[in-house]
């Protein structure tokens, strides 16, 4: 297995993954991600030559335009397109978005936990992406959930707020709830930033 390696930890989670799952997270992870996009913005760099080939998807999504850059090589993802997740807010103390829950549900006519824990992850990460200033990159390295109740029909809204910042980890807490304000779901994340 080829691979960039960043430190102990990081080096042993990506060596206990199958060759397959490797596929997916490799271009997620190894591939030179430097912003050379934008020429403005939180993460731009300067001297940009051509536009953000994901643009129009960014914007779909809600996605501030300072982030762009950060988001050049892979857009959002295709889990977030196929979720139908869209950003209300991004700042470093708060991600907000939401997620249908028709589309996303399981076979009793509910939403799918595993929607929920993906738009959690998502939110976390996003933050921790925000927090790392795109010079480190987020990896999930532990995710919890708790279900509180069906969501059934309409919105889900995830909040994400910070239970730690630090230089190598992110802790966050984020909160689903349906269109009435009822708690749906409760998730934590935690990610590791890596350099480069």
């Given at each position: 297995?080829?691979?960039?390696?960043w430190?102990?930890?990081?080096?042993?989670?990506?060596?206990?993954?199958?060759?397959?799952s490797?596929?997916?997270?490799?271009?997620?992870?190894?591939?030179?991600?430097?912003?050379t996009?934008?020429?403005?913005?939180?993460?731009?760099?300067?001297?940009?030559?051509?536009?953000?080939?994901y643009a129009?998807?960014?914007?779909?999504?809600?996605?501030?335009?300072?982030?762009?850059?950060?988001?050049?090589?892979?857009?959002?993802?295709?889990?977030?397109?196929?979720?139908?997740?869209?950003?209300?807010?991004?700042?470093?103390?708060r991600?907000?978005?939401?997620?249908?829950?028709?589309?996303?549900?399981?076979?009793?006519g509910?939403?799918?936990?595993?929607?929920?824990?993906?738009?959690?992850?998502t939110?976390?990460?996003?933050?921790?992406?925000?927090h790392?200033?795109?010079?480190?990159?987020p990896v999930?390295?532990?995710?919890?959930?708790?279900?509180?109740?069906?969501?059934?029909?309409?919105?889900?809204?995830?909040?994400?707020?910070p239970?730690?910042?630090?230089r190598?980890l992110?802790?966050?807490?984020?909160?689903?709830?349906?269109?009435?304000?009822?708690?749906?779901?409760?998730?934590?994340i935690?990610?590791?930033?890596?350099?480069?």
């Amino acid at each position: 297995m080829t691979s960039r390696r960043w430190g102990s930890v990081a080096t042993s989670l990506v060596d206990s993954l199958t060759g397959a799952s490797l596929v997916g997270m490799g271009n997620n992870f190894t591939v030179d991600n430097t912003p050379t996009v934008e020429t403005s913005g939180t993460f731009a760099s300067n001297g940009a030559m051509k536009a953000n080939p994901y643009a129009s998807q960014l914007a779909a999504h809600g996605v501030p335009e300072t982030m762009w850059p950060m988001l050049a090589a892979h857009g959002v993802g295709t889990l977030v397109e196929k979720l139908g997740i869209k950003f209300l807010e991004i700042t470093r103390d708060r991600v907000v978005a939401t997620m249908p829950v028709e589309g996303n549900g399981q076979v009793a006519g509910i939403l799918h936990g595993g929607a929920s824990v993906a738009l959690a992850e998502t939110l976390g990460s996003f933050a921790a992406a925000v927090h790392g200033a795109g010079a480190k990159k987020p990896v999930g390295v532990d995710i919890s959930a708790t279900h509180h109740r069906a969501g059934v029909s309409g919105l889900v809204t995830g909040v994400c707020t910070p239970i730690h910042l630090g230089r190598t980890l992110t802790t966050h807490e984020i909160v689903i709830s349906d269109e009435s304000g009822r708690r749906v779901c409760t998730s934590r994340i935690t990610n590791m930033l890596l350099e480069g």
